[in-house]
């Protein structure tokens, strides 16, 4: 099962704010979700639930033929999977593959990359491009360790992930690596090559300072973690 948790995208990407009202954030936000989607649904190759209660997504899912798990607390990223995946393990689904809502230059390509790399039993971790946050894990089975999402949750999840006794692999993927919080990160979208829905709305609001250039990229490779 892939679990994309979306909160409350009326309410999106506050550290955006000094350089974004909300409309604008919100915007994008919905921009996002939809780039994020799209690579979701060409990848076709597992069952798909959108963890939320947010009318927008709610929506967008029923358009791509995804599920829907009710997120109606809204607390928070970690609190959403914990749920979900209690969900998944009642339902006897065997992995979880989890996505943020917020890295749009996510490809199909990628996905398919987690699960090729994936052991039988054991993870895969894909981590941010600055090292410090996680922007995808697989877990077989699908409650193998609790996930705790935030700023710096890659190095606690690597060491949860090895503490299962399970194989576990780490993988740098460029597209899921950029994750979008602060005006650095929206800076590196708008310069990024390509015209996905979340580059074209960042650019038509004209959040990047004019000459700026992105910060170089990840190459897409995997590592196996010994144990």
């Known amino acids: 099962m892939i679990l994309v948790p979306v909160k409350d995208l009326a ?6 704010s000094p350089m974004l009202p909300q409309s604008a954030r919100t915007e994008l936000a919905h921009a996002m979700l939809r780039d994020v989607l799209e690579a979701v ?11 939320t209660s947010d009318s927008f997504a709610i929506e967008l899912a029923a358009s791509h033929g995804f599920g829907v798990i009710r997120d109606d607390s ?30 749009p230059l996510i490809e199909a390509s990628e996905i398919a990359m987690i699960y090729r790399n994936a052991p039988q039993m054991g993870s895969v971790l894909v981590p941010a491009h600055d090292g410090r946050g996680t922007n995808a894990i697989l877990r077989q089975p699908a409650a193998l360790f609790p ?3 935030g700023n710096d949750s890659f ?42 829905r979340s580059q074209l709305v960042a650019r038509r609001l004209d959040a990047l300072e004019t000459g700026r250039r992105p910060l170089s990229g990840i190459e897409n490779g995997a590592v196996t973690v010994k144990l």
């Open 41 to 51: 649904a060409e990848f076709g190759g597992d069952e798909v639930s959108l963890v």
């Open 11 to 16: 309410n999106a990407k506050q550290r955006l």
């Open 155 to 196: 190095v606690p999840h690597l060491a949860a992930a090895k503490a299962t006794g399970k194989p576990c692999v780490v993988l740098s993927l460029a597209g899921i690596g950029l994750d979008i919080d602060t005006p650095e990160d929206l800076r590196q979208l708008v310069l990024a090559p390509g015209d996905k």
């Open 74 to 103: 809204n607390l928070s990223e970690t609190d959403a999977i914990a749920m979900a995946t209690r969900d998944c393990e009642a339902r006897g689904i065997e992995s979880t593959l989890v996505i943020p809502a917020d890295i």
């Open 147 to 149: 996930l705790r999402f």
